[in-house]
């Protein structure tokens, strides 16, 4: 059964999510400070938002590269 399957790495889908969890925990963080003050956040709420912007950046980008590993590219029957 093992014979039939390809565990080779899908390289475009860990890159693709390396770049969304990149962008997501680098633009989040840029957008709620940069309109932090005409929004009436206080410094609290601003630093909670930015720093789940960027955790959640970095999960994302962590289970894209896991599952571009795991995910079977190839099944024969």
């Known amino acids: 059964m093992s014979q039939n399957v390809d565990f080779g790495q899908s390289k475009p889908l860990g890159f693709c999510g390396l770049l969304a969890g990149a962008a997501i ?15 009436g956040l206080g410094g609290i709420s601003a630093a909670l938002l930015s720093v789940l912007g960027v955790v959640g950046g970095v999960v994302l980008a962590v289970v894209a590269i896991s599952l571009s590993i795991v995910i079977p590219r190839k099944v024969q029957q």
Request: aromatic share 6%.
């Open 25 to 39: 925990a680098i633009g989040v963080p840029w957008v709620v400070l940069s309109h932090a003050g005409t929004a």
